[in-house]
């Protein structure tokens, strides 16, 4: 095999897999072990740097990282990164200080921001430092998007939103046009920006259409519109039976709002099976700890009605079927229909983009599926100076995603505005740094901690169910926060080589804990895997390979299964072994704040 070059930045950042799984790639390891220093600020601007809403995410983020998560390799449940996340914004000092300063003198370029919501909060985050004016136009009376309309009070307190929203409007560089909504992209063109971001969202929830929709519309509720509606208090009640059509996210905060509003018997009905509803995991037993049964393989057939008064919905079983390359089809089971009667529908089968708002004259591409035909790394559009991000970008993802999306736009404007190539990106910044202070000494803790996965404290469902704006999970305190740090296995921190330096004793060999070092002769990768102290199956991990070896041998460690404990550079006479902490910070617009510096 051909000896691997570790300063490929890719190499290392892939061994961080939370990082590597993160759309807005944070570096979790380094921030979990400030929380456990109690470093919390630091922590948060750690957060902050990367995925811009520390609090926000804490509490709603879909968590990509976690099933990435080593931890999860040597036990069922990985680390609680995502609620780590809260810990270091629930408890961090005033932090406005270390924002980077907002320029008294701008460079002269104004950018528009269609949509309040987090790509473009992002964009105007990272370009406001560089002396951009930015203006961020909004329908609705506050910034913040699909987090303040959709996500119900009850899992995000608005403090949170207005904090972490003000950070980015109300330090200068960014001019709101709150109440203000977008009705034509051709006149906001002929405004004379030099850039236009569009984050406007998948404004629209996918329609019902069986028998009855029509005549008993009045209780029948589109799931993004109702939350919206009662996020902006516009709804206080539900009737006592509701039914709730769908197995995302969506419909998982419709049914316990509706629970909290007086539904008594709240039904989530799916087509398709438990396991496969989009909805994530936890959000699913948030629902079931709360009373609300899921019942799935169930299809709308007809809403029924009494001459237009809602009485309930006849749904028919079906079963999934997989043909032979595994595609699933559902067909009917045979079995009679089941009504299930009900006083309020919600109905949150899907979004889509809507853009009726953007003339088709003005030279902006669309593809088959109604979506901007876009650069997929550059986000630009077949305007040259017309940009997307999030849902309104490739459809509806989540928040994570749209950070992701606004920092890679913030990037093409400011090259694009510069008379650059956007498609020159600029590379990350990274750092490899030995973590060793004596022989067998570091400057992390490397001692891999046995606890299980501590589960964050929840109010009592007899107070939650009656307030829809009470936080219902309470965040790990700091002793319990410390605990789940210690959890993480430092996955940033690398074994590092030198062959020039080894002896071949096989001392590092002997003392690791999971077999993942081998000295063996070369061969092809393929090959290579099979004969190693302990197979490496994961071909979605590299094999770390060095040559140079007095014996002609290579070493080979299969980084699938590294512990990252350091023992193996303990117990090395030599010094062959090192551990390095490697950090990795993603490319930005704007340049990076201290966020390592001493509270």
């Known amino acids: 095999m051909k000896p691997t070059d570790i300063r490929d930045p890719d190499y290392f950042h892939k061994v961080v897999d939370c990082q590597w799984a993160c759309p807005a790639h944070t570096p979790v390891p380094e921030y979990i072990r400030m929380i456990a220093a109690g470093r919390y600020s630091d922590a948060y601007m750690v957060n902050w740097q990367s995925n811009v809403f520390p609090g926000i995410l804490g509490r709603t ?35 406005r200080g270390r924002l980077p300063a907002i320029p008294a003198a701008g460079n002269g370029r104004r950018i528009a921001c269609i949509g309040a919501g987090p790509s473009s909060l992002t964009v105007a985050r990272d370009l406001a430092p560089l002396g951009y004016e930015v203006h961020v136009y909004d329908g609705e009376k506050q910034g913040g998007g699909f987090i303040r309309s959709q996500i119900p009070r009850f899992r995000l307190p608005a403090e949170v939103i207005d904090e972490e929203v003000g950070y980015i409007t109300d330090r200068g560089g960014v001019t709101t046009h709150y109440g203000q909504r977008v009705e034509s992209l051709k006149a906001l063109l002929a405004e004379g920006y030099d850039a236009v971001f569009v984050g406007s969202g998948a404004p629209r929830g996918r329609e019902l259409d069986v028998p009855g929709r029509a005549e008993a519309a009045a209780n029948i509720h589109i799931g993004i519109d109702w939350l919206s509606s009662v996020s902006f208090g516009h709804i206080k009640e539900v009737g006592r039976r509701v039914i709730v059509l769908g197995g995302g996210n969506t419909a998982m905060d419709c049914c316990r709002s509706a629970r909290r509003l007086g539904g008594e018997q709240v039904t989530v009905v799916v087509r398709s099976g438990f396991e496969e509803m989009k909805a994530s995991p936890w959000e699913k037993e948030d629902a079931l700890r709360e009373g609300i049964p899921i019942r799935n393989f169930l299809v709308p057939k007809e809403v029924l009605h009494d001459n237009g008064r809602l009485t309930g919905m006849v749904f028919e079983k079906v079963r999934a079927e997989y043909d032979a390359r595994g595609r699933r089809q559902l067909v009917p089971s045979g079995e009679p229909d089941e009504v299930i009667e009900a006083d309020d529908v919600l109905v949150a089968i899907g979004q889509e983009n809507s853009f009726p708002w953007i003339e088709r004259d003005i030279g902006l591409e669309f593809d088959k599926w109604g979506l901007p035909k876009l650069d997929e790394v550059t986000h630009q559009s077949t305007i040259p100076n017309v940009f997307f991000g999030g849902d309104a970008a490739f459809g509806p993802k989540n928040i994570i995603w749209a950070v992701a999306h606004g920092h890679a736009a913030a990037i093409s404007i400011d090259l694009f505005c510069r008379g650059e190539d956007v498609a020159k990106r600029p590379p990350p910044d990274t750092a490899l740094v ?5 022989i067998h000494e570091w400057s992390y803790d490397n001692d891999v901690s046995l606890d299980l996965r501590f589960k964050v404290p929840h109010a009592e469902d007899a107070v939650a169910l009656r307030d829809i704006t009470l936080e219902v999970e309470l965040g790990y305190d700091r ?17 590092v080589f030198s062959a020039s330096l080894c002896i071949e004793c096989d001392a590092c060999v002997d003392i690791c804990p999971v077999d993942c070092i081998t000295f063996t002769p070369d061969g092809e990768e393929a090959e290579l895997r099979t004969r190693l102290k302990a197979p490496a199956l994961n071909l979605t991990q590299d094999l770390y390979v060095q040559d140079g070896l007095k014996t002609g041998r290579v070493m080979v460690k299969d980084e699938d299964v590294c512990l990252h404990c350091g023992m193996c550079a303990e117990r090395c006479p030599t010094g062959a072994w090192d551990m390095q902490k490697f950090l990795l910070e993603a490319a930005k617009a704007v340049k990076g704040v201290h966020a390592c510096a001493a509270e």
Do not use: W
């Open 61 to 95: 983020c879909d968590r990509p990282c976690e099933p990435a998560c080593r931890r999860s390799r040597v036990e069922d449940e990985p680390v609680a990164i995502c609620r780590l996340k809260r810990v270091a914004a629930d408890n961090k000092a005033d932090i």
């Open 434 to 438: 030995s973590q060793k202070m004596g």
């Open 479 to 495: 002793e319990m926060a410390f605990k789940e740090a210690e959890r993480c296995l430092n996955c940033d921190v690398q074994t």
